[in-house]
């Protein structure tokens, strides 16, 4: 009850999810394992507030791709709300890879190739907000990554200083993106063939020279 009290006197969310970890601790110690769904048999009537207070206590604990699912830095945390749809839609304005100029000021300290981190931040943003595997994330941008590399690059993202800078980042991206039009379709791009934009046979022209062969 004196947990309960203090956590009802916290100016936000952040400060009473503080107090709550102090309980959310007792019950990990009763029941072995906490996670976002653990007040489901008994928390379905709870506030928008109490509800984002519990994110906020849980955030220390949760995976990066659940602090995204979550949005943990925000001044609500919520349990994801878009449906598969919406995610698809918003695939369709996501490149493959990720935005140069935004790679660059998400990359990690000490540095990550951008081939590998480019895709991983594009998959982020289908993350946020949604309950889409690391995996179909990664199929939505037409498998230029995959779980493993998104998991990895995450767990190397949440031991950055900005880690929740980022996030916060992602999330006003993703909610821009999910509002804004954009002039190209990314997921009808990814599925143009491309086989047949360059003959495969080599041309007498004398321009053209085959990569394929030495230069004499």
């Not at 100016?11 to 107090?19: F, K, L, M, S, V």
């Not at 984002?52 to 220390?60: G, Q």
């Not at 935005?99 to 190739?113: A, F, I, K, M, N």
């Amino acid at each position: 009850m004196t947990i309960a009290l203090h956590v009802l006197e916290q100016p936000d969310t952040h400060q009473a999810g503080e107090r709550m970890r102090e309980l959310v601790e007792a019950m990990r110690d009763e029941l072995g394992q906490i996670s976002v769904t653990s007040i489901d048999s008994w928390g379905s009537g709870l506030s928008t507030v109490l509800n984002a207070v519990h994110l906020a206590a849980l955030a220390p604990s949760l995976r990066p791709s659940e602090m995204l699912r979550c949005r943990t830095p925000s001044t609500m945390p919520r349990r994801p709300a878009k449906t598969d749809r919406d995610i698809a839609r918003r695939a369709r304005k996501i490149p493959s890879m990720f935005w140069p100029s935004w790679t660059v000021r998400l990359t990690p300290d000490g540095g990550t190739y951008p081939r590998i981190l480019a895709p991983v931040m594009a998959a982020c943003l289908l993350i946020i907000d949604g309950r889409v595997s690391l995996e179909d994330a990664a199929r939505h941008l037409s498998g230029v990554t995959d779980g493993i590399d998104i998991s990895r690059i995450l767990q190397r993202l949440d031991d950055q200083d900005h880690w929740t800078d980022t996030i916060t980042a992602l999330a006003r991206l993703a909610d821009h993106l999910d509002t804004a039009g954009v002039p190209i379709d990314y997921q009808r791009r990814r599925r143009l063939d491309y086989s047949d934009l360059l003959p495969h046979d080599r041309p007498s022209a004398p321009h053209w020279h085959d990569p394929r062969q030495r230069a004499p």
